[in-house]
């Protein structure tokens, strides 16, 4: 069982950044597909941004060139750098795990955290 902790959300002006962490329990966590995911208020679940334990990354276009996804094994814990946000941005964010792949989902969930963006 893998617990994920996520941290880091907020209210930011549109433009303006913010950074989110996810700690990850287990000592496995070098071996997980690490994942990004939003929801806003009445939309599905979108995938944002992966890294696989390999560290090949995808980015979702409407986040492309301005959000960035790394990982610490080390720290166990997978960061999200958001800039130049934008008001379409706002969502609840939520971090997800899987031994493999969250092809058709992720294996573990985090309680996601809010990010704001005010125009």
């Known amino acids: 069982q893998v617990q994920l902790v996520e941290s880091g959300g907020g209210l930011v002006e549109a433009g303006g950044s913010l950074r989110l962490s996810c700690a990850a329990s287990g000592s496995r966590f070098s071996l997980y597909f690490m994942g990004w995911y939003r929801q806003a208020p009445g939309k599905q679940r979108e995938p944002v941004t992966t890294?696989?334990?390999?560290?090949?990354?995808k980015y979702a276009e409407s986040v492309k060139g301005r959000f960035t996804i790394s990982r610490d094994n080390a720290k166990n814990t997978v960061y999200l750098q958001m800039n130049s946000l934008k008001p379409e941005d706002t969502a609840v964010y939520y971090c997800?795990?899987?031994?493999?792949?969250?092809?058709?989902?992720?294996?573990?969930w985090g309680q996601g955290t809010q990010v704001t963006v005010s125009s």
């Open positions: 890294i696989t334990r390999g560290g090949t990354i």
């Open positions: 997800a795990a899987a031994a493999w792949s969250c092809t058709p989902t992720c294996d573990y």
